[in-house]
């Protein structure tokens, strides 16, 4: 099955707008992992500092032991003091592992240990010196030195890690804003894009509905138009049929009269019976015509072309019409082309040529020549008719093939008005063309056009004859 351009353009936009619409879950999906990644590390960032404060806690429990067992020696403030010691390890085990991850923080939290077990040593050797003599331990002794500047580069370890580990996390949030951002802004370009698909793919499908509209609704007339062209070629085939026998009763009776009194009464009578017969006549033909017309319309015109022997066919037709014109008029066949056969349909052509002479005949003066030319070529026909009539003016020609259309200056001449619009009908069976040539007291001018097929074994030349 093939598609059209419409077809392919809402496939085309539904899959982009669907790829779109993934992405962006994907883009959505990647920045909750981000979000909760985030709140990961400040939480873990605020566990950290959390045990770097419980560190500072512990030791400063610690001092606060060692001190209060160095003045009142009992066993109560030893027992606390190593209980903050042994906490304090806890806890730094507890950080380690927090920040096993950070090869800088390893670094700052190894100085760290090294520093409380340096802490916890001199601890040790004051409290002993201390027992030994209280008076020893002075503020320039050695050892009051030594743990003065323990607790200031251990207070010094403690503010390099939060810095690191505030940093770390401020670099950390930066990155991560800047990636949810960008993928924040991708995420709304998408959506925008994929609504606007959505947009285009929904305009061409209700165009693409607005017209398979229109179409059914011009099927439904189309068909509307067929119903109603065949119900009134069934009218005007029964009125046809009902009317045709009273016209040749009519007709009959009137040549009968004609003939049993053209020797017993003068022409003169006679001419009442002329004109019965001349309207009978008339009648008849005009329901003819209608009833092909209405076929034409229809689509039931009758089509059964074959060869014809073009020159013999334009004599007998020129003979037809100077019998029934009473020589009152001069025919002349001109033949221009070196086609002998013609792939026609020899009644609808018959009908054709002979509407286009008899209006020749019917609107130029008596006397008059009218010019036959047959141009037969290798893939066209040609017939040429042209007289020296009163002419067809430029606003009759927009309608000349309509039926019941006439000019202005052919009232005062008895006609139907149908001959035009059914040499129009027949020639469209033949896919052919015609054309008018005339204006008003100049004569007229109609040149037919009939496509033939490239070549046939009765298809010859007058030159191949000869």
């Given at each position: 099955m093939k598609?059209?351009?419409?077809?392919?353009?809402?496939?085309?936009?539904?899959?982009?707008?669907?790829?779109?619409?993934?992405?962006?879950?994907?883009?959505?999906?990647?920045?909750?992992?981000?979000?909760?990644?985030?709140?990961?590390?400040?939480?873990?960032?605020?566990?950290?500092?959390?045990?770097?404060?419980?560190?500072?806690?512990?030791?400063?429990?610690?001092?606060?032991?060692?001190?209060?067992?160095?003045?009142?020696?009992?066993?109560?403030?030893?027992?606390?003091?190593?209980?903050?010691?042994?906490?304090?390890?806890?806890?730094?085990?507890?950080?380690?592992?927090?920040?096993?991850?950070?090869?800088?923080?390893?670094?700052?939290?190894q100085q760290l240990r090294s520093l409380i077990e340096e802490r916890q040593k001199l601890y040790l050797k004051s409290n002993i010196l201390f027992h030994l003599n209280p008076n020893e331990l002075s503020p320039n002794?050695?050892?009051?030195i030594a743990t003065s500047k323990n607790r200031t580069a251990l207070q010094q370890v403690f503010v390099a890690i939060q810095s690191e580990e505030q940093s770390s996390l401020k670099i950390w949030i930066e990155h991560s804003n800047n990636d949810m951002q960008y993928r924040m802004a991708i995420e709304n370009v998408g959506t925008m894009l994929s609504f606007t698909i959505f947009l285009i793919v929904y305009i061409v499908f209700y165009q693409q509905l607005l017209r398979r509209q229109k179409a059914e609704r011009m099927q439904r007339k189309i068909l509307q138009e067929k119903e109603l062209s065949e119900l009134k070629l069934e009218f005007l085939a029964l009125v046809s049929h009902e009317f045709r026998t009273p016209l040749s009763v009519i007709l009959g009776s009137a040549q009968l009269l004609k003939d049993n009194l053209e020797n017993r009464v003068e022409q003169l009578q006679l001419r009442s019976l002329t004109r019965i017969e001349?309207?009978?006549?008339?009648?008849?033909?005009?329901?003819?015509?209608?009833?092909?017309?209405?076929?034409?319309?229809?689509?039931?015109?009758?089509?059964?072309?074959?060869?014809?022997?073009?020159?013999s066919f334009c004599l007998?037709?020129?003979?037809?019409?100077?019998?029934?014109?009473?020589?009152?008029?001069?025919?002349?066949?001109?033949?221009?082309?070196?086609?002998?056969?013609?792939?026609?349909?020899?009644?609808?052509?018959?009908?054709?040529?002979?509407?286009?002479?008899?209006?020749a005949i019917k609107y130029s003066p008596i006397g008059s020549n009218i010019d036959f030319v047959l141009n037969g070529q290798v893939d066209m026909i040609t017939f040429q008719i042209k007289d020296e009539g009163m002419g067809i003016s430029s606003e009759t020609q927009t309608i000349l093939f309509e039926p019941f259309s006439r000019g202005a200056n052919a009232r005062g001449i008895v006609g139907t008005g149908l001959g035009l619009a059914l040499v129009k009908r027949c020639l469209d069976l033949h896919q052919g063309k015609i054309m008018v040539d005339s204006h008003t007291g100049a004569g007229t001018t109609f040149t037919i056009h009939i496509p033939q097929p490239q070549s046939s074994p009765s298809q010859l030349s007058r030159d191949t004859i000869e």
């Open positions: 598609w059209n351009l419409e077809q392919k353009l809402i496939v085309g936009g539904l899959c982009a707008a669907l790829l779109l619409m993934g992405i962006i879950s994907w883009i959505s999906y990647q920045n909750a992992i981000q979000l909760i990644k985030s709140t990961e590390r400040i939480k873990k960032t605020y566990t950290t500092l959390e045990y770097l404060a419980e560190v500072q806690a512990t030791l400063n429990e610690a001092e606060a032991g060692r001190r209060g067992y160095l003045l009142f020696g009992t066993q109560v403030e030893l027992e606390r003091y190593n209980f903050a010691i042994a906490r304090a390890f806890e806890i730094l085990n507890a950080l380690e592992q927090s920040l096993e991850s950070r090869t800088s923080q390893k670094e700052h939290l002794h050695p050892m009051v001349s309207s009978a006549k008339s009648m008849k033909h005009m329901l003819a015509d209608v009833l092909t017309i209405a076929r034409a319309d229809a689509g039931k015109l009758e089509y059964n072309p074959s060869w014809v022997e073009l020159q007998n037709l020129v003979e037809d019409m100077q019998l029934s014109d009473r020589f009152q008029h001069t025919i002349k066949l001109i033949d221009l082309g070196n086609r002998t056969h013609g792939w026609l349909d020899e009644v609808s052509i018959y009908s054709v040529l002979s509407n286009l002479l008899s209006n």
